[in-house]
């Protein structure tokens, strides 16, 4: 995919947010969010193209786990910032910003328990021994259950049906743009919800990967069980950043099209049709990583 305009090839990719949609490329982050009266605030920052650029973005893995941390710090801020504006508060106290982050941080170290660590106990507490293999399947099975379970279940929440609806608005906008599309409202409607960068793509492979990752391990105690799960997941991580970055580079092969099935089908938990009024706000933010 290349940016209109330009001969380097520029990747796009973003987030969901509360009213609003998070745009970025390798240089740019723009965050487009409908206020309670109506009209569209944007932020923008650029961003330092030597972080997308160096060594760090080419060595597999390690580029893996620097841009899923850049990616959590552009998307937490990008969040906040969201909140702060679907509230009317744009002017939040210090120590108002000081207790979001602390409930951020909790929320990471429970989802690392409950996607991690409690498929692990759940199978590790079974009364009889199981074969590595068999043992490998059978925790990533109760991982995908929960993390489908808890898909489906936030799902059914006004609120988030929304934020599932401005998801599916970033990815139409993403796809018409890398279609070559006009970027308008009426062209970019017809465009699908899935998209193969997605982050619930790569929470999929996550789940995959980890059955291959922790199956040599056998059988383990628990407690090692448990920190052997918490030490794997960077290289979880890196693998399963790696394999969403092949599929979308070999997304029009056949073979990789059945391949990232599973991916984009998952995809449709997370995704919902959105109205033209989201699409209008995931086209300001596109357009506003393109400016400048």
Known sequence: MRERGHDEPIRYGGQAVLEGVMMRNTRRVAIAVRAPQGEILLRTKPLNPSFYTGW??????VRGLVMLWDALGLGIDALM???????????????????????????????????????SLLVGLLPFPLQPV???????????????????????????????????????TINAYEAGAPLTVEAVRAFPTAHSRCGTSFLLSVVVISILVLAPLGSLPLHWRVVSRVLAIPLIAGLAYEWVRLSARYGDRPWMRWLARPNLALQRLTTREPDDGMLEVALRALQATMDG
């Open 56 to 61: 760090p973005a080419r060595v597999p893995l």
């Open 81 to 119: 910032w969201s909140a702060d504006v679907a509230m009317g508060e744009e002017a939040k106290k210090a120590s108002s910003r000081v207790a979001e982050g602390l409930s951020v941080v909790l929320g990471l170290v429970l989802a690392v328990g409950l996607f991690m660590v409690l498929p």
């Open 134 to 172: 068999v043992d490998a399947l059978l925790e990533g099975f109760v991982r995908l259950g929960l993390l489908v379970g808890y898909l489906w279940a936030v799902g059914r929440l006004p609120d988030i049906q929304r934020v599932f609806a401005y998801h599916g608005a970033e990815h139409k």
